[in-house]
């Protein structure tokens, strides 16, 4: 069965997970960990790829992630090229190190994103890596660490994370925590490495249940998600929602229509971009949402940086604008 071209739209959300070929060891030693985590962070900075989560184990990792403008492959290829050329140099091998085709999922982000960023930041545990939540905490090949401000580095996107468990840092890691202890117990989640329609309604049993009741929903391997949240992703890739500003002047234009609507409503540039919640700053800030992502298809990482909030705030308000636009 020919392979399944990906779904790759700039700004969207993805699980990756990296294995060596045949199983085999992609790390061997510090060195090569700390080559993977300095690349990972510094092509993601380069290209404007919010990570939320990674681990990175002996023979396989796990990334969680929102691509940037130029894509999900754009970034894995620079990723995983530079990564294992720079490590057949040092051990003096030949060959392919990764599977040839690293599994990706898009997901939907309510109710996933939280679970995986708790099931990416456990591998270390379940693995025997660690002991316990404190052992996790200053394991230094996880974004568990960064979050619990335990470790630093410049390029995770830890405030899209905390801000969901409070509204101080240390209030918002103390909720982190008891969420990923509570996780503890779970061991293998399947339906967390996968899409389709089983791994999205948690197993066999509810989708036979449904199909009782006579319900059906859309459904994709490379999705997780609801029927819903498949149709819509399925639609935007064939061009049937999907618009895009074209041609070399795409920053141009986007800036042209941020400055427009901020002009129109006597409201600075600076102010909206400076997370400020005032009312009127909220209301335009709603309104270049829907411009820019549901009638431009801008993706939302550059919509953030646009307004001056997180991706996460970008879905909340697309999430708001929904019952709107169904109408």
Not at 64 to 86: E, F, I, K, N, V
Not at 283 to 300: A, D, N
């Amino acid at each position: 069965m020919p392979r399944q071209a990906r779904l790759d739209a700039p700004g969207t959300l993805h699980h990756v997970i990296v294995r060596g070929i045949e199983k085999r060891r992609i790390i061997k030693d510090n060195k090569d960990r700390e080559d993977f985590v300095r690349r990972m962070g510094e092509i993601a900075l380069a290209g404007n790829t919010f990570i939320y989560a990674w681990a990175l184990m002996t023979n396989h990792a796990h990334i969680l992630l929102r691509s940037g403008p130029d894509g999900l492959s754009s970034y894995m290829r620079r990723l995983l090229t530079g990564y294992a050329t720079r490590y057949n140099r040092r051990h003096n091998r030949h060959g392919h190190l990764f599977q040839n085709r690293y599994k990706s999922i898009i997901c939907e982000e309510e109710p996933y994103f939280l679970e995986l960023v708790r099931y990416i930041h456990l591998n270390p545990l379940r693995a025997g890596l660690v002991k316990d939540l404190s052992g996790l905490a200053g394991y230094r090949w996880s974004g568990h660490g960064v979050l619990m401000g335990q470790h630093s580095n410049d390029w995770q996107a830890c405030p899209d994370v905390l801000e969901r468990f409070g509204k101080t840092a240390a209030k918002a890691r103390i909720a982190y925590e008891k969420y990923v202890s509570e996780g503890m117990a779970q061991l293998y989640r399947p339906d967390l490495v996968g899409g389709g329609l089983v791994r999205s309604r948690g197993g066999w049993s509810e989708v036979k249940a449904l199909r009782k009741l006579g319900i059906t929903e859309a459904s994709d391997d490379r999705i997780l998600g609801s029927g819903a949240f498949v149709e819509r992703l399925l639609q935007e890739a064939t061009g049937q929602v999907r618009r895009h500003f074209a041609g070399p002047g795409t920053g141009k234009e986007i800036e042209q229509t941020v400055l427009a609507t901020c002009e129109q409503a006597g409201i600075s540039i600076e102010e909206l971009r400076s997370g400020s919640r005032r009312k009127p700053v909220a209301e335009i800030r709603r309104q270049l949402v829907r411009k820019l992502v549901q009638g431009h298809g801008v993706s939302l990482a550059e919509s953030a940086r646009q307004t001056g909030v997180s991706t996460s705030a970008i879905s909340r308000i697309l999430a708001r604008l929904q019952p709107v636009m169904s109408h």
